[in-house]
């Protein structure tokens, strides 16, 4: 049994809250650290037997936060969906800029590629090879394994439709990937990388300390 949780990164120092810039490549900022280090709190007395990260300094930096010392794996596959020609752009901004294709993209974000740049699909083939390798690691011998994976928005939302076999010109519309989240995947020996249960999704209520719940 392989039980795969995942998480996006923290807070980075260029972020606002409509960018586009998967491949730019900036360190948490001091909230980014904060969310990262509230995480590790969460995870504490989970015993990780692997912790993976995109290569990207903001993903590094949260997987180092939650391993305290542990190695901490980088896997090329898990790198964010390149945006091209937007890159550190808003929404607003890209639209201005090229409508017709925004448009497109935003009714398939699967098959339209970003302008220079790569489309969900593409993403989907390299996270599913990156599947089928971890699978083909992790579960022969029935073992129960825990896999940590840290990545990034996009990243983690079409593994998600990977993982459940859901098309993936929907992960926007269907998945939600809060900084520093929590959700969880859980495979048996045998399953193939669309196999997987959903068993948390994007759980962020280690990030506050209302009890208020974090979805209202």
């Known amino acids: 049994m392989l039980t795969l949780l995942l998480t996006r990164h923290g807070l980075p120092t260029a972020a606002t809250n409509i960018w586009l810039g998967g491949r730019l490549d900036v360190p948490?900022?001091?909230?980014?650290?904060?969310?990262?280090?509230?995480?590790?709190?969460?995870?504490t007395g989970v015993g990780l037997d692997r912790i993976i990260s995109s290569p990207m300094l903001r993903a590094v930096?949260?997987?180092?936060?939650?391993?305290t010392g542990r190695t901490v794996e980088v896997e090329e596959r898990l790198r964010e969906q390149?945006?091209?020609?937007?890159?550190?752009?808003?929404?607003?901004?890209?639209t201005a800029r090229d409508p017709e294709l925004r448009a497109s993209w935003v009714r398939d974000p699967a098959t339209n590629h970003l302008p220079g740049g790569e489309s969900g699909d593409e993403v989907a083939e390299r996270v599913r090879s990156f599947l089928v390798d971890l699978l083909a690691k992790e579960l022969p011998g029935g073992d129960r394994r825990r896999v940590l994976l840290v990545a990034h928005t996009a990243i983690n939302r079409?593994?998600?439709?990977?993982?459940?076999?859901i098309p993936v010109r929907d992960y926007r519309r269907r998945f939600v990937q809060g900084r520093t989240n929590l959700t969880v995947l859980r495979?048996?020996?045998?399953?193939?990388?669309?196999g997987a249960q959903l068993l948390v999704a994007n759980d962020v209520s280690h990030l506050s300390d209302s009890t208020?719940?974090?979805?209202?």
């Open 212 to 216: 208020e719940a974090s979805w209202s």
């Open 187 to 194: 495979y048996e020996e045998g399953d193939n990388p669309d």
């Open 61 to 67: 930096e949260t997987a180092k936060a939650v391993a």
């Open 158 to 165: 079409i593994l998600l439709c990977v993982a459940l076999g």
């Open 28 to 43: 948490l900022s001091p909230d980014g650290r904060t969310q990262a280090e509230a995480l590790a709190r969460r995870l």
């Open 82 to 94: 390149d945006c091209g020609q937007w890159e550190g752009l808003t929404f607003d901004e890209a």
